[in-house]
């Protein structure tokens, strides 16, 4: 097992940045990617970002150019830099982490609205 604690969501005007951190603990190597996910009041969750062990990087498109997925391994920690943020970009945060089975954290909300 593993567990996931998020943190670094917040309220931000439009065109602004914010940094989401993830830890990861527990059967951390077994871990075989890690990522984001974001979900919106009525609509469906929806990947942000992935970032497989190997290295391999997923964004969906409607984020590409404005958002940036890291890891630290020295730390178990994965980070979403999320710039020119948008309204549309407003929703609950979650991450994830794939060992087998699917792993989330709590979730943190991110607003952005003037």
């Known amino acids: 097992q593993v567990q996931l604690v998020e943190s670094g969501g917040g309220l931000v005007q439009p065109g602004g940045s914010l940094r989401l951190s993830c830890v990861a603990s527990?059967?951390?190597?077994?871990?075989?990617?890690m990522g984001w996910y974001r979900q919106a009041p009525g609509k469906e969750r929806e990947l942000v970002a992935d970032i497989t062990s190997g290295g391999t990087i997923t964004y969906v498109n409607s984020v590409k150019g404005r958002f940036t997925i890291s890891r630290d391994n020295a730390k178990n920690t994965i980070y979403l830099q999320m710039n020119s943020l948008k309204p549309e970009d407003t929703a609950v945060y979650y991450c994830s982490a794939v060992l087998g089975l699917r792993y989330w954290g709590q979730g943190t909300q991110v607003t952005v609205s003037s």
């Open positions: 527990g059967s951390i190597d077994s871990i075989s990617a």
